[in-house]
């Protein structure tokens, strides 16, 4: 039997609105939110916040699911949550694996893309969202 692969992202929003996205240093180049795979004895709650340290250098609280994303191609669990700045930060990128961090607005975000980022982002703001499970088809670009 297979290890499950599991990972997390922070939805950390500034007093705008604005939504706390990092630009990859690979692959498309694209924009995402902070997070990424688990490590060993780790929560996903520790992941995210694991993963906001790595690669934009703020200090956050974890905060509320927003959702769980399956992702059956890479048999993978993504949890998604809000988080909380500890005090008066900027984000920096932190490693050499981000490019850029920015405050965007949901309504019109970066490209590249993908529609897995915009619509946990989408999921997260929605404070009527019915479900917190959702299964991810392979990514679109937009």
Not at 16 to 36: Q, R, T
Not at 88 to 109: G, K, M, T
Request: proline share 6%; aromatic share 8%.
């Amino acid at each position: 039997m297979s290890d499950k692969l599991m990972g997390a992202a922070a939805i950390i929003t500034n007093t705008e609105g604005k939504v706390l996205l990092v630009k990859h240093s690979y692959g498309k180049n694209n924009w995402d939110l902070p997070g990424g795979k688990s490590e060993a004895n780790e929560s996903a709650q520790q992941t995210a916040a694991r993963e906001v340290v790595e690669e934009t250098g703020l200090t956050v609280e974890i905060g509320a699911l927003t959702g769980i994303y399956y992702d059956p191609a890479y048999d993978m669990h993504h949890f998604v949550f809000l988080a909380d700045i500890h005090g008066d930060q900027d984000p920096v990128p932190s490693s050499p694996e981000i490019l850029e961090c920015r405050y965007c607005d949901p309504a019109d975000l970066p490209r590249p893309i993908s529609d897995f980022t915009s619509n946990r982002i989408l999921h997260a703001l929605d404070s009527n969202r019915k479900s917190l499970f959702h299964t991810i088809g392979p990514r679109q670009w937009i």
